[in-house]
T-cell receptor, first 116, second 113 residues
Framework: AQKVTQAQTEISVVEKEDVTLDCVYETRDTTYYLFWYKQPPSGELVFLIRRNSFDEQNEISGRYSWNFQKSTSSFNFTITASQVVDSAVYFCALSERSYNTDKLIFGTGTRLQVFP | DSGVTQTPKHLITATGQRVTLRCSPRSGDLSVYWYQQSLDQGLQFLIQYYNGEERAKGNILERFSAQQFPDLHSELNLSSLELGDSALYFC????????????FGPGTRLTVL
C-alpha cells in the first residue's frame, strides 16, 4: 500500500541552525508526485513544492531545499539558517492515482519549533 | 491567500445534527478535494470532484456526502453528527488531477458537543 513516513514527530532548533525534515515513501506506481506542505499555527496548509518521480534533480528555493532520492524512496526537506517564522508543522505527501482513486496520502507531519 | 474560500470558519453544533460546509475553488480549477484533519487520524482524504462529477472516494463515512455544483463550488454535508466528527475540514482545489498541486482553503473547524 502507498505510505508516507515522517519519523520525526517534533524537532526543536535555535534560530540560524540548519534543519532537515525526513520523508520516506512507499508506492507501487511508476509515475507519482511528491509534495511538501507547511501548516503554520494559523492552521492553513501552504503548498511548498511538487516533484515528479522522473525528476531527481535537487531543488532550491531561497533557504529551502529538497533532496529527492528514488534509490532510498526519500524526499527530504532542508531549511537553511532557520527563522522563527519557519515554526510550523510540515507535511510530506504522495500522489495515488488509478482508475478509481485520485488522492494525496499525507505523512503524520513533523512539528518544527524554531527558538530565537 | 490560496484563492480557495471556505465557509464557515468555525461551526459548533450538537450530536445528531446536520451541517453543511461550503468551498469555492480557485478561479480556473476544476477539481475539489475534501480532507479531514483530526488529532488521532491526521490528514485524511474524504472525496474528490472533478468538473461536477465524483472522481474518487476515500475514507468518507456514509453519514457524509458531498457535491460539486455547475459553478464548481462544492458542499460537504455531515449528518447524524458524533463527537468524533469534531475536526478541521479542508477543501483544496487543483486544475486537474492529483498530479497537480492542490491549494488549500483556510478550513472549517467543526466542534460537536
Amino acid at each position: 500500500a502507498q505510505k508516507v513516513t515522517q519519523a520525526q514527530t517534533e524537532i526543536s532548533v535555535v534560530e540560524k541552525e540548519d534543519v532537515t525534515l525526513d520523508c520516506v515513501y512507499e508506492t507501487r506506481d511508476t509515475t507519482y508526485y511528491l509534495f511538501w506542505y507547511k501548516q503554520p499555527p494559523s492552521g492553513e496548509l501552504v503548498f511548498l513544492i511538487r516533484r515528479n518521480s522522473f525528476d531527481e534533480q535537487n531543488e532550491i528555493s531561497g533557504r529551502y531545499s529538497w533532496n529527492f532520492q528514488k534509490s532510498t524512496s526519500s524526499f527530504n526537506f532542508t531549511i537553511t539558517a532557520s527563522q522563527v517564522v519557519d515554526s510550523a508543522v510540515y507535511f510530506c505527501a504522495l500522489s495515488e492515482r488509478s482508475y478509481n482513486t485520485d488522492k494525496l496520502i499525507f505523512g503524520t507531519g513533523t512539528r518544527l519549533q524554531v527558538f530565537p | 491567500d490560496s484563492g480557495v474560500t471556505q465557509t464557515p470558519k468555525h461551526l459548533i453544533t450538537a450530536t445528531g445534527q446536520r451541517v453543511t460546509l461550503r468551498c469555492s475553488p480557485r478561479s480556473g480549477d476544476l477539481s475539489v478535494y475534501w480532507y479531514q484533519q483530526s488529532l488521532d487520524q491526521g490528514l485524511q482524504f474524504l472525496i474528490q470532484y472533478y468538473n461536477g462529477e465524483e472522481r474518487a472516494k476515500g475514507n468518507i463515512l456514509e453519514r457524509f456526502s458531498a457535491q460539486q455544483f455547475p459553478d464548481l463550488h462544492s458542499e460537504l454535508n455531515l449528518s447524524s453528527l458524533e463527537l468524533g466528527d469534531s475536526a478541521l475540514y479542508f477543501c483544496a482545489s487543483s486544475v486537474g488531477t492529483v498530479y497537480n498541486e492542490q491549494f488549500f482553503g483556510p478550513g472549517t473547524r467543526l466542534t460537536v458537543l
